[in-house]
Every structure is written in C-alpha cells, then in structure tokens.
C-alpha cells in the first residue's frame, strides 16, 4: 500500500501535475491492485482547493470525491485518534501545516510509504 500526499492524488487523476509517465504508470499499476490510500485529510484540502478555485473538479466536488475515492482507486484512511497519536512520532522540526501532519502520522501509523513531491517533506525523510 502507497499513502499519496494530496497533491500526488489530484495530480494523477487530474492528469496534471509534474508527475512523469513513469510515476503515472507505477500509480494505475497499485490502484488496479487496490493498493493506493490517502488520508481523509486530502479530501478536506481537495474541497479547500476546488471552493478557492485553485483547481476544478468536474462536474462538482461530491461527484468528483465520489468517483476519486471509489474501489480501484483509493481507500481512505480516516482521522480518527489514532492517527492523532501518531503525531507523537513526527520529529520535533515537523512543520505546523495541519494536513501535513495528518498525512504524515497516517504513513508512519499504517507503516505505508508516503508518495509526496513536497520538498520540505522528501528533506525530513518522508
């Protein structure tokens, strides 16, 4: 199983993104294996993202949530107080973004590598 970071998750079924073909072929491979999760932390930014206009989701946010979270695609992983706990474990430099930290302690909880093109992240070992 893969934890993607959320934009990892929204550039691969967007389409858009600086992810290579490479990457996009590795993510359909695990997804048709049912092996991609993200955490419920990606679906809040999704919404945040759609409702700044920063990206489109076609035709509307439920519809696309619907679809991008369905079997074949992703399972997700809900915040629940084990996922908060898990915060325990991010080292002490660990940046203040809420989502982050969410996404993060929901890969160390479940042990599942992090797929993330967020430089801070990648420098702190993730």
């Known amino acids: 199983m893969i934890l993607l970071d959320t934009h990892v998750w929204i550039w691969w079924l967007l389409g858009e993104g600086p992810l290579s073909d490479e990457e996009r072929e590795t993510l359909n491979e695990h997804a048709s294996k049912n092996e ?3 955490s419920a932390a990606s679906i809040w930014e999704a919404e945040m993202l759609n409702r700044k206009g920063t990206i489109q989701l076609e035709p509307d946010f439920t519809s696309w949530i619907n679809l991008a979270t369905q079997k ?3 399972t997700v992983i809900p915040i629940d107080k084990e996922v908060i706990v898990a915060q325990e474990k991010l080292p002490q430099n660990f940046p203040d973004d809420p989502a982050d930290r969410l996404i993060v302690a ?4 479940k042990e599942y590598p992090l ?5 801070m992240l990648q420098e702190l070992g993730f």
């Open 106 to 109: 929901t890969a160390l909880m």
């Open 36 to 38: 991609i999760a993200i």
């Open 115 to 119: 797929a993330t093109k967020d430089g």
């Open 72 to 74: 074949g695609v992703c």
